[in-house]
């Protein structure tokens, strides 16, 4: 029995053995296949942890290209809106230039702008608002004009020449023997070359009784051995100032009728000496202009040894004076009239210069402004105003003209001024600017309609007649060599204007001022 339960025993021992066995080998199976469960995860989980870095390093190169893009989509937006503004800015530039090149391709001449009548290339054609209308009347003189011909002069004439016949026109008989008588006379009106006068002027020489040797006093004009008189220097300046007439052909103007030789140096020093001489003159002048109830103002441009300089005139009817200075600003103005004119109606052409010279009222001149609405009238033929202005502006010199009344000036400042009211700042070309410019000097437009007795013109014509010549002579000369030569021939032609406005002999009126350095 023993036997048994040992084999009993033995055997569940065994039985145990095999099962422990078998749980050992279980449990051994499952730790291996958590081990690799575990290896497996600890590889998956390194390899995703190694995919995180890469994905982690791969975003922030996409954020980095991202941010890159939305910076490259900052910076083409900001380009863009440049751009547009820069093509908004070039296409209002390129309808400017295009509205500037197409007035600039209208015809330009001394109806529609400033430029003086002697730069026309070609007459100007006659359009709806040409400044001078049309009178009606047949070209050359009218009735009741007084002519002027060559009459026949009654003195006793210093040659006479008959001119007998000597046979019959008809049978051919001689008439020598037929006694002649008087038949009709015609004149011959000429001129002949007077002979050089030579005058020796001979210093006296007394000695008085205390010894004292004294000798009689050249005047200034015959300081040197041998010089040039008064006429001859007169004739020189006329010719040179009044006729235009370059240096070198006085030269040869003179030996030709005179058989006098000179040289362009000599001419040059008489119109230095001329100047000398016409400084009281000149001062004269100035101070009657000071004086005078009106005075027109007007400058244009010189070359002066290949610059520009300036020529300014101040005139009415019985005076010119014109000056050369290098500025066309207000130190010129100083330069010649200190002070202004306090006592003068200033007309002149709306120039800032002008406008800040001191003076009792200023008068911008109407001829400059029609030129001016002109040249609009023809670069915009769509806008009204320009045109009514015009027709406002005749009006007004017509009524000057026809002699004006209180009722009358104040309708046309008010036909002004409802103008003036209506607002161009936004129009085409140069209307706006002369709008405003109109608006700051209203009181200065129709001035000369409150002088009924027309001593204030209502425009600058006089003062632009007086300018004018030097234009003539920069056309024949070229050019002024030096400022001193430009600023001699300004005093020369003052002289020159202001005798022929007072009908004085030019070369009566120069011998004169020159002749006084021979006394």
């Known amino acids: 029995m023993y036997i048994i339960y040992d084999v009993i025993y033995l055997h569940i021992a065994t039985i145990t053995t095999i099962r422990s066995t078998r749980k050992v080998q279980s449990r051994s199976r499952k730790v291996c296949k958590h081990a690799l469960e575990a290896e497996r995860l600890m590889t998956e989980n390194l390899s995703l942890k190694a995919r995180l870095k890469d994905d982690k390093r791969q975003l922030k190169e996409k954020a980095k290209e991202i941010a890159a893009i939305k910076w490259e989509r900052v910076q083409l937006k900001r380009e863009n809106a440049h751009l ?12 400017a230039l295009t509205e500037a090149l197409r007035i600039a391709r209208l015809p330009k001449n001394s109806s529609n702008s400033s430029r003086p009548p002697s730069m026309d290339l070609y007459k100007p054609k006659r359009s709806p608002v040409n400044l001078r209308e049309k009178s009606g009347k047949k070209t050359g003189g009218q009735p009741g004009h007084k002519g002027s011909t060559l009459l026949f002069c009654m003195d006793e004439p210093d040659e006479v020449v008959s001119h007998i016949p000597e046979i019959c026109s008809d049978c051919g008989k001689s008439l020598k023997r037929i006694t002649a008588e008087p038949g009709q006379i015609h004149q011959v009106v000429d001129i002949s070359i007077a002979p050089t006068v030579l005058i020796n ?39 040179s100032v009044r006729q235009y007439i370059p240096y070198g052909r006085i030269v040869e103007l003179l030996w030709d009728l005179y058989k006098i030789r000179i040289s362009e140096g000599t001419v040059a020093n008489m119109l230095k000496r001329f100047a ?16 005078s109830k009106v005075v027109g103002a007007d400058e244009t441009s010189a070359t002066v040894n290949g610059r520009k300089w300036w020529m300014h005139t101040y005139q009415n009817t019985s005076y010119t004076f014109i000056g050369a200075h290098p500025s066309r600003g207000q130190v010129a ?16 052409d709306c ?8 003076a009792a009222a200023h008068q911008i001149c109407n001829v400059h402004l029609l030129r001016e609405l002109k040249a609009a009238v023809e670069a915009h033929p769509e806008i009204e105003w320009p045109k009514e202005l015009t027709k406002l502006i005749k009006d007004a010199i017509k009524l000057h003209k026809d002699g004006t009344t209180p009722n009358r000036t104040t309708r046309i400042n008010n036909r002004l001024t409802k103008l003036l009211d209506q607002d161009q700042s936004e129009a085409l070309g140069k209307i706006p600017a002369l709008w405003k410019r109109l608006n700051k000097h209203k009181e200065k437009v129709f001035l000369f309609l409150q002088y009924p007795d027309k001593e204030v013109p209502p425009d600058n014509n006089g003062a632009e007649r007086s300018i004018r010549n030097v234009k003539v002579k920069i056309k024949v000369s070229g050019q002024f060599n030096s400022g001193n030569g430009a600023e001699d021939y300004a005093t020369a032609r003052s002289v020159i204007d202001t005798a022929i406005k007072q009908s004085k002999n030019v070369h009566e009126e120069l011998v004169k001022i020159i002749s006084a350095r021979f006394n």
Request: charged residues 25%.
């Open 333 to 348: 103005q100083e330069t010649f009239f200190p002070g202004g004119f306090p006592y003068s109606i200033l007309v002149h």
């Open 201 to 239: 002027h001979e210093s006296i020489v007394k000695q008085c009784s205390c010894g004292k040797c004294n000798s009689g006093a050249f005047p200034r004009g015959v300081q040197g051995m041998v010089n040039y008189g008064p006429n001859i220097s007169a004739l020189v300046v006329n010719l």
């Open 351 to 358: 120039l800032s210069m002008q406008l800040a010279t001191p």
């Open 276 to 291: 000398v001489d016409s400084e009281g003159k000149i001062n004269e002048i100035k101070e009657d202009l000071k004086k």
């Open 84 to 95: 547009r503004k820069k093509e908004l800015k070039q296409t209002k530039e390129i309808e």
